[in-house]
T-cell receptor, first 113, second 112 residues
């Protein structure tokens, strides 16, 4: 299957700072990438759909000014959590769109202290 | 509004026996269904999928069954192995749309 990487895998930051998470499709071009969030023992929650070269589409309830998404190339999308707070602590996962399947990255564990 | 539901949060099966994971959906527009497997602190990995024009798809130890009239699908794993212990998510999509809709997941534990 196709490979998607995420960096960093774990990050701890202080409240009020910003954190950038990178998502790369390594062996395919992903016109569309998705960003998910997973709380413990809960399902994957879609945050936004990122299309290369255009603005991201955010799901209802997700603050676009807080979760900045940039999809500057066919292989890279970034999620920046701005002015992070402890409630933003979560597991963030990206995916790249295949024909029907989505190929997921390994996830990034964000802890805001 | 949970369009894709996995009503069993957990399932425990003995090694070598069959594991059956169930998934129900409410949106009749869904026409493609997928199963993903997820280990802790990792991203989901694609397992198997099925189009709504079929009622069964098999890949090695994994078989997915689709009952459109009941809006129900199931994943059968046989024989179950310890490495199958993970959380399994079913997902649905309307072909042409982009968004996968995930169920809540079922934690499968295979006991030796």
């Amino acid at each position: 299957g196709a490979v998607v990487s995420q960096h960093p895998s774990r990050v701890i930051c202080k409240s009020g700072t910003s954190v950038k998470i990178e998502c790369r499709s390594l062996d395919f071009q992903a016109t569309t990438m998705f960003w998910y969030r997973q709380f413990p023992k809960q399902s994957l929650m879609l945050m936004a759909t990122s299309n290369e070269g255009s603005k991201a589409t955010y799901e209802q309830g997700v603050e676009k000014d807080k979760f900045l998404i940039n999809h500057a190339s066919l292989t890279l999308s970034t999620l920046t959590v701005t002015s992070a707070h402890p409630e933003d602590s979560s597991f963030y996962i990206c995916s790249g769109q295949g024909t029907y399947e989505q190929y997921f990255g390994p996830g990034t564990r964000l802890t805001v202290t | 509004d949970q369009q894709v539901k996995q009503n069993s949060p957990s399932l425990s099966v003995q090694e070598g026996r069959i594991s059956i994971l169930n998934c129900d959906y409410t949106n009749s527009m869904f026409d493609y269904f997928l199963w993903y497997k997820k280990y802790p602190a990792e991203g989901p990995t694609f397992l198997i999928s099925i189009s709504s024009i079929k009622d069964k798809n098999e890949d090695g130890r994994f078989t997915v069954f689709l009952n459109k009239s009941a809006k129900h699908l199931s994943l059968h794993i046989v024989p179950s192995q310890p490495g199958d212990s993970a959380v399994y998510f079913c997902a649905a999509i309307i072909q042409g749309a982009q968004k996968l809709v995930f169920g809540q997941g079922t934690r499968l534990t295979i006991n030796p």
